[in-house]
């Protein structure tokens, strides 16, 4: 099964305010509530909504590729997005955890931010060099021990079946490094048994552009949800269909 998602998750978050002043502090200013969604239906909406919910003691923003398109074009992982300063600002005590992947171009990142630094950080997509800064999480580690270099390049057998034989490639293994890494805060493994009552018994609330709104701010400056795509694996995709 193929999986998209893209989610910023806040782990022991309390937060003292709206959601609407959240979004607004994103860059998300003209959104306003549409209805009540679950995961399964928002972890890729495909719709330019941003969709909030609890769970596991964490808030999941899940952005439809708005945030996290800007960790995938960044030229200094060892840094912090635009969103992420805004998040550990507004969450000091909280580890951040960026996770996305899309299966049509075998693609997955993630990013972890503690007290203001920059704690980890991976993006692989099919074709293009592995780009990572910091030491390897335990979740990843989780996920390597099923390598090993063969002929100058990482392989990976399958975690799930009972076998040695390595002819997996790095991003191959999307849904094993991405929901893995989001396990670490979740509590629960994405695509897999555990996530039914995430998935599904989980209300999340979707906000959607005002469009009225939009209008009268249109020659105003770009905000940080809405930074340039160009040259992503995202422009790469639509460029293909």
């Known amino acids: 099964m193929g999986f998209k998602a893209s989610m910023v998750i806040i782990q022991h978050s309390s937060m003292q305010m709206s959601d609407g002043e959240l979004l607004k502090k994103l860059g998300f200013e003209d959104l306003t509530f549409s209805d009540d969604t679950t995961f399964e239906e928002c972890m890729y909406p495909n719709d330019k909504s941003i969709n909030l919910g609890y769970y596991n003691d964490c808030l999941?923003?899940?952005?439809?590729?708005?945030?996290?398109?800007?960790?995938?074009?960044?030229?200094?992982?060892?840094?912090?997005?635009?969103?992420?300063?805004?998040l550990t600002d507004l969450?000091?005590?909280?580890?951040?955890?960026?996770?996305?992947?899309?299966?049509?171009?075998?693609?997955?990142?993630?990013?972890?931010?503690?007290?203001?630094?920059?704690?980890r950080f991976k993006k692989v997509v099919n074709g293009e060099p592995i780009i990572e800064y910091g030491d390897r999480i335990e979740e990843e580690e989780n996920v390597y021990v099923y390598s090993k270099i063969i002929d100058g390049q990482r392989m990976f057998r399958s975690t799930y079946k009972n076998d040695e034989i390595y002819d997996y490639t790095e991003d191959q293994m999307m849904e094993d490094f991405a929901f893995g890494v989001a396990k670490r805060h979740l509590g629960v493994m994405i695509s897999t048994n555990e996530d039914e009552q995430l998935m599904f018994d989980t209300p999340f609330k979707k906000y959607v552009v005002d469009r009225v709104a939009n209008k009268k701010k249109e020659a105003q400056s770009t905000p940080v949800a809405t930074e340039q795509t160009k040259g992503s694996w995202l422009s790469r995709l639509f460029k293909r269909s």
Not at 63 to 71: A, F, I, N, P, V
Not at 98 to 118: E, F, I, R
């Open 60 to 86: 999941i923003i899940s952005d439809d590729y708005q945030l996290t398109t800007s960790l995938e074009l960044s030229k200094t992982p060892d840094l912090l997005s635009d969103y992420e300063k805004v």
């Open 91 to 119: 969450f000091p005590d909280s580890e951040i955890l960026t996770v996305a992947c899309h299966s049509t171009v075998n693609y997955h990142l993630y990013s972890l931010v503690k007290d203001g630094q920059k704690l």
